[in-house]
């Protein structure tokens, strides 16, 4: 029996129509299994686009929890509007959490999911935020901008993963979508979005920060982890700028390593 109490959210702008959902329902009585998604980053280069100089990187979304990160789409369908883009399609997402036996026993809104027309697929609104910082952590803020990933799958082992297993999430058509313990979701630097315009910049230490979550739509067991950030040089010595990895913060096995152009 459900227990828990129905409420409903009314879209904004952002998302004209009104769902009904149950926050904090209750469906069994199994301990919940939570996820813990850290990110890593990797492979930062600079490349010349239409005069313009994009820091281009490669990043992965890892699940180190006791329980998979499951996002569920579908239900009412609406337009809406996400960064200036429109979309005809929109719904709100939710997060399941399960118990070992697979039982939902905890669910609530996740953000907003939508189909995107050219992948033919749907997408999850506000999964990262990336920024470019000089000189420290905190330092000026030179550009930043929200990911919006094209689905969520496993795509990447950790030696978390039991040998001879098989991903459960791997279809981006599906309304259910997610990433499994000891997996990783990985964008390749050539992914649109994975991107920063630095057009101009001047030689000096910079920071790449990768926020997961920024909206705090997902219940995690560690809320406190999922900051990652690559310390790079930039110098300018002939046609193209050049950087250099100085540091990186703390990564999870497989995933460490991130490169410079040469």
């Known amino acids: 029996m459900f227990q828990g109490k129905r409420r409903c959210v009314v879209g904004s702008a952002f998302l004209a129509i009104a ?11 199994g301990v919940p299994l939570y996820p813990d998604i850290v990110e890593q980053i990797a492979h930062l280069q600079i490349q010349n686009e239409h005069q313009r100089e994009m820091l281009r990187f ?7 929890g006791d329980g998979p990160l499951q996002i569920r789409g579908g239900g009412q369908v609406a337009p809406c509007v996400i960064d200036g883009t429109a979309y005809a399609q929109c719904t709100y ?6 118990d070992a036996a697979g039982n939902i026993v905890h669910s609530q809104l996740a953000g907003v ?10 997408h999850q609104s506000g999964v990262a935020r990336f ?3 000089k000189g420290t952590l905190d330092g000026p803020l030179v550009n930043n901008g929200v990911k919006i990933t094209f689905c969520l799958v496993d795509t990447d082992q950790t030696d978390l993963v039991t040998k001879g ?3 459960f999430y791997f279809d981006c058509n599906a309304e259910l ?12 630097q050539s992914t649109p979005l994975q991107e920063l315009n630095i057009t101009g910049i001047p030689e000096a230490v910079y920071y790449l920060t990768h926020l997961a979550d920024p909206e705090n739509h997902w219940k995690e ?35 460490c390593g991130s490169r410079s152009n040469p």
Not at 19 to 29: F, N
Not at 58 to 64: A, L
């Open 19 to 29: 769902v009904c959902i149950t926050s904090g329902m209750v469906r069994a009585q």
């Open 58 to 64: 490669s990043t992965t979304h890892i699940n180190i």
């Open 93 to 98: 997402a939710t997060q399941e959490v399960l």
């Open 113 to 122: 999911a939508f189909f995107h027309p050219q992948h033919n697929h749907w």
């Open 131 to 133: 920024e470019v910082r």
């Open 165 to 167: 297993s098989n991903r």
């Open 177 to 188: 979508q997610g990433i499994s313990v000891g997996w990783g979701d990985n964008y390749h």
């Open 221 to 255: 067991s560690n809320e406190s982890n999922n900051f990652a950030w690559v310390k790079f040089s930039l110098r300018r010595q002939g046609a193209n700028p050049k950087i250099t990895i100085l540091e990186t913060s703390d990564c999870v096995s497989y995933a």
